[in-house]
């Protein structure tokens, strides 16, 4: 749809500037018609929006946070500002959304004065009337977490009420949280922790793992010369624990499969404290180049990243029954990370899952290929959907008796252990599903596997 001029006109004359992001308003309306209408992802669209404007540090938090609310909000909201018979146009729309998120975002004490300006105040009673809908009325209850029915459906029809609505709130509980990895290859996390302090970057170490570090807001971390020099990541700490719950050991061979931008696979070079061989495998010559960049600013050493087709098996033959270690972090729907790409949802379709899984299913089979006898297989993925999780799994112990499932164990003390249990929920092979956004910002399950034969 386009803004056109005469609606630019039209709002420019009726909005003046938002005093409290220091934005006009018509531009706040044409970011959030793009971020809406987008294909890129929401962070992108502002980082555009932002290089062009240059807000200050807490204008720029503020106008995420409200672009982030009407998108954890988006169905409850447009359903609030739109009449049975409604005449507005697209962006009149947006302009009322807006403004509705803005009172409920930014004062939701002041909500009563409100009463007094009737369309407000209509809009503002249909979206507390959500407040109350429930299980089993699926349309309400995707209305008030702003979740496409399908999935309400999918997650009460498998797995009850209680557990939907933990999947529900948990997306839509966005923290202002990101965590580091501290790259112990070069530093120890106290070192990092002084560094972030010199530059007035409060951290906090996670008690679980040590390597982890928590940090308020992501500001212009990426800038700091202890990025610069290596001493940290920007990881979340689901997918640390995974490399964690693989643990190769040092010296070993190690196959990281669909290593990606390589996240995973310098986190694995840490704790082989840089030793042994990792080969590091992705059909994106891209992404490798990516993780090249990053390993030399890690003081990476160990890695042999391969270029490979999923049609060709030539290039990882020699693999065969080769590695200790294989981590397998397949493509996936990416569903764990609702929280930070709450537009995913109204892009995933159930032809889409049956898709992923498809493709999860022969990738895990190839990879598990490099594990040699008494050699360790982890399959995770960054989804929630049980399709792409214990489905893929089963099926592959099911086609792999000389695979078994392990029980996952990070060596942490039994208190420590206890706290991360009250975050995951493990099944009874082992199997486990991280959605919990108090610990970790994305949702992640793993599953580990031994090979017998
Ligand atoms: C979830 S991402 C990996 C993220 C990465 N492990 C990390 O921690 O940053 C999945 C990766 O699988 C790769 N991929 C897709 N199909 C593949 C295939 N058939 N063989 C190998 N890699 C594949 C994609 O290019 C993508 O980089």
């Not at 939701?108 to 109350?132: C, G, M, N, Q």
């Not at 609702?338 to 109204?346: D, G, V």
């Not at 039994?414 to 199997?431: C, S």
Request: contains cysteine; aromatic residues 12%.
């Amino acid at each position: 749809m386009k803004f056109s001029d005469r609606t630019v006109e039209d709002i420019r004359n009726r909005m003046g500037k938002n005093r409290l992001l220091g934005v006009e308003n018509y531009k706040l309306i044409k970011l959030l018609a793009k971020v809406l209408t987008s294909k890129r992802s929401p962070g992108d669209e502002m980082n555009d929006f932002f290089k062009s404007r240059r807000p200050g540090k807490n204008q720029r938090q503020a106008i995420a946070d409200l672009i982030f609310f009407v998108l954890n909000n988006k169905k409850r909201l447009f359903c609030s500002v739109m009449d049975r018979d409604n005449h507005k146009s697209f962006y009149d729309v947006i302009a009322d959304v807006l403004f509705l998120a803005k009172r409920i975002c930014f004062f939701p004490d002041k909500l009563f004065l409100d009463k007094h300006d009737l369309k407000i105040s209509k809009a503002l009673e249909r979206f507390e009337l959500f407040e109350t809908s429930a299980l089993p009325d699926f349309r309400k209850v995707s209305i008030r977490f702003n979740y496409p029915v399908w999935i309400v459906k999918y997650f009460f029809n498998r797995k009850g009420p209680s557990y939907t609505y933990k999947v529900l709130t948990n997306s839509n509980n966005r923290r202002g949280f990101i965590c580091l990895r501290v790259n112990t290859i070069k530093v120890k996390p106290r070192e990092v922790q002084r560094f972030l302090t010199n530059v007035r970057v409060e951290s906090v170490i996670s008690e679980i793992l040590p390597d982890c570090i928590y940090i308020r807001g992501k500001g212009n971390i990426l800038g700091l010369e202890a990025y610069e020099k290596g001493f940290f990541e920007i990881q979340d700490f689901g997918s640390q624990l995974i490399t964690k719950v693989l643990n190769p050991k040092p010296y070993a061979i190690v196959v990281d499969y669909c290593c990606g931008a390589g996240g995973k696979t310098l986190s694995l070079s840490s704790i082989m404290k840089n030793t042994g061989l990792i080969y590091a495998i992705d059909v994106s010559s891209q992404r490798i180049n990516q993780l090249k960049m990053r390993a030399n600013r890690a003081g990476v050493t160990n890695l042999y990243p391969l270029v490979v087709s999923h049609s060709d098996n030539s290039k990882i033959e020699h693999l065969r029954r080769k590695a200790a270690f294989v981590l397998v972090d397949v493509p996936c729907t990416g569903s764990g990370t609702f929280i930070q790409y709450p537009h995913l949802k109204w892009r995933i379709t159930q032809k889409i899952v049956a898709d992923y899984t498809r493709l999860q299913r022969s990738i895990l089979e190839k990879a598990s290929e490099c594990c040699k006898k008494g050699g360790i297989l982890v399959y995770s993925t960054c989804s929630i959907f049980e399709d792409e999780n214990n489905l893929v799994t089963d099926d592959f112990l099911k086609n792999n008796q000389d695979f078994s499932p392990v029980l996952w164990n990070i060596g942490v003390s039994v208190q420590n252990r206890k706290r991360l249990d009250t975050f995951l929920e493990t099944d009874w092979r082992g199997g486990a599903i991280l959605l919990d956004s108090s610990i970790s910002k994305y949702g992640f399950y793993f599953q580990k596997f031994v090979r017998n034969v």
